[in-house]
């Protein structure tokens, strides 16, 4: 007979066991020993049927295809930007996946991206070697002119864009703030009125801080509302 | 991390007269003083905290030989240390120009030109045996505005100092005893820099302001509002309005900042 060590939800640092037996399965974040099913990160713990998942609290972000990033532009060559989205490679837009207008042979790249500029862009491929090309290709993806960055964990990125967007775009509608959340944790803000942008700023740190918490988007809420007030409240 | 879209935000902030962390242009952030920090090695110590900026001051005394045309005054030395874990600029080695300046102008300067310290009441035998002094101050956290800080956290350190026991036939010093006589302070100089961004004033910048300046000037002032060290920086010029301005504006800040110590 299979034993359950942990209840769901709960916070466990490596080395706990989880479970006794082999009724129960390992998944991400944890391991069989034995009998036992240990944990081998600092994270929530998800039981779903006989399948025991951690949900990480602190990771660093791995490149997937799909996903949208911010980052900056630490190099440009003839033929290809290169740009740092937080990992151990730097990404490459290549040229022909630079810009949506067309791009003359022989042209000036700093023009279109200079070093130090932030880029909001695609990712296309990531190769088995790690090597990740970028496309700037898409709506939505540019580079910023104004406003700041902000640097967040990359495992509470999924919090802080919550259901479908749901946390996002509540954050978006009561500050009016411009918004964009990249996955590698870099988060890009930008508001006519500086002190709502402030604000806007105070709330994604907080759900970083929060994010293992249930209910979250009802004090977020609650936390915007006496901020700026009812008046933009989500009806 | 130092950007230029961050920078050109601060400015373009500033100009609306808003900052980035949403505080007024003359608004300090949260300080900190903890007195006594290292209580067991050091003779004083303090541990200041003005937001994330963190320095730690220390005082050592020794007693030592007077300068030949000083017969009859103790001395202070102040150092300045930037640990290269407390930002990602300063690096190992010997002390930079940055610390260099710290030491000399903010700290040594304000101190000794305030007359703060009495050096006659330092001597133990006249022309033979005195006390010096020495002030260390370590950068723990730098997000810009180490000078106030390292300024707040060396006063704060001397005012924790206990004399340690002085045996005069052995000449001998027993660290592990303190006596109960401070160190006394005639006066408190308080250093506040003020940085011009674009025609506009700001106190207690952070790192990204300051990465964005045009100039600044740090203002050591005492009670009475006289000026006793003026450290410049940055490479914009400052005209005779703009210093006006700025020593007014330090000097109603150091008055607040005073109050910390009372």
């Known amino acids: 007979m299979g034993e359950l060590k942990v209840k769901d939800k709960d916070i466990v640092v490596p080395g706990d066991v989880l479970a006794e037996g ?26 779903n049927g006989r399948l025991l998942k951690l949900v990480p609290l602190n990771a660093k972000y791995i490149p997937k295809r799909g996903d949208t990033v911010i980052g900056k532009i630490v190099e440009v060559t003839n033929n290809c930007w290169f740009v740092d989205i937080g990992y151990s490679n730097h990404a490459c837009i290549p040229l022909r996946d630079g810009s949506m207008e067309y791009i003359p042979k022989g042209a000036d790249l700093t023009q279109y991206y200079d070093y130090n500029d932030f880029v909001v862009a695609n990712i296309t491929n990531v190769s088995k070697s790690k090597e990740i090309d970028l496309s700037m290709k898409g709506p939505g993806l540019r580079k910023l002119s104004e406003g700041r960055i902000i640097k967040v964990n990359s495992a509470k990125v999924p919090r802080i864009i919550g259901k479908q967007g749901s946390m996002i775009s509540m954050i978006k509608q009561m500050t009016d703030c411009r918004i964009v959340v990249g996955q590698n944790g870099l988060v890009w803000l930008y508001d006519i009125d500086p002190l709502k942008e402030v604000i806007a700023v105070e709330a994604i740190k907080k759900i970083e801080e929060r994010a293992h918490i249930q209910g979250l988007t009802d004090e977020i809420k609650m936390f915007l509302e006496s901020k700026v007030g009812v008046k933009n409240a989500v009806q | 991390m130092s950007n230029g879209i961050v920078t050109s935000h601060i400015i373009n902030l500033i100009d609306k007269d808003s900052r980035l962390d949403g505080r007024k242009l003359d608004q300090f952030r949260d300080i900190k003083i903890e007195y006594g920090v290292s209580a067991k090695s050091a003779e004083g110590s303090a541990l200041v905290k003005i937001g994330k900026t963190e320095v730690v001051a220390g005082i050592k005394m020794e007693v030592g030989e007077p300068y030949p045309d000083r017969l009859d005054e ?6 300045v240390e930037l640990l290269p874990l407390s930002s990602g600029e300063f690096e190992s080695g010997p002390p930079t120009i940055k610390s260099i300046e710290l030491a000399r102008s903010v700290v040594d300067r304000g101190l000794r030109e305030s007359k703060a310290i009495d050096f006659k009441k330092l001597t133990i035998k006249k022309g033979e045996k005195v006390w010096t002094i020495l002030i260390d101050a370590y950068s723990i956290n730098d997000d810009g505005n180490l ?42 100089p308080i250093p506040v820099t003020v940085l011009k961004i674009k025609n506009k004033f700001i106190l207690d910048p952070t790192l990204d302001e300051e990465n964005a300046m045009g100039a600044r000037l740090t203002v050591t002032t005492v009670e009475d509002g006289r000026i006793c060290a003026l450290q410049k920086g940055g490479i914009s010029p400052l005209t ?3 210093t006006e301005k700025i020593i007014e504006l330090a000097t109603k800040k150091g008055k607040e900042l005073r109050k910390l110590f009372k």
């Open chain 2, 240 to 242: 005779p309005e703009d």
């Open chain 2, 74 to 79: 103790g001395t202070i030395i102040a150092n």
């Open chain 2, 147 to 188: 000078a106030d800080a390292i300024g707040l956290a060396t006063l704060a350190a001397i005012k924790d100092a206990k004399f340690p026991k002085y045996d005069e036939k052995e000449e001998k010093i027993d660290y592990k005893e303190k006596t109960k006589k401070g160190i006394e302070l005639k006066e408190l």
């Open chain 1, 22 to 47: 082999m009724d129960f399965l390992p998944a991400g974040g944890a391991f069989r020993e034995g009998e036992n099913i240990i944990a081998s990160q600092v994270g929530v713990v998800s039981v």
